[in-house]
Nanobody
């Protein structure tokens, strides 16, 4: 069973930065569009950013200009660089294919931004 693994979360002050990583065995990340999603307490999971296999990107309005999604050199990893973080960015962050596949949700990584 394919599992996508997220890492890189943590506690940061408002205005700070974090870089999240998403990896998986095999070529599933390299061959597919991948998205970063987040879920804050009491809210629905939302798409934050996505990148196609060819490298085209799109972002939620709330993170445009602050977050950057990219692929690693070997393209088996997808990153989410998060700058100018706000308390509203506090959530569990997940990666998945885009559109997401039920069986590929991982444990996520917690991002907490303090004011």
């Amino acid at each position: 069973q394919v599992q996508l693994v997220e890492s890189g979360g943590g506690l940061v002050q408002a205005g700070g930065s974090l870089r999240l990583s998403c990896g998986a065995s095999g070529s599933i990340i390299r061959l597919n569009a991948v998205g970063w999603f987040r879920q804050a307490p009491g809210k629905q999971r939302e798409l934050v950013a996505a990148i196609t296999s060819g490298g085209s990107t799109n972002y939620a309005d709330s993170v445009k200009g602050r977050f950057t999604i990219s692929r690693g050199y070997a393209k088996n990893t997808v990153y989410l660089q998060m700058n100018s973080l706000k308390p509203a960015d506090t959530a569990v962050y997940y990666c998945n294919l885009q559109p997401p596949q039920f069986d590929y949700w991982g444990q996520g990584t917690q991002v907490t931004v303090s004011s």
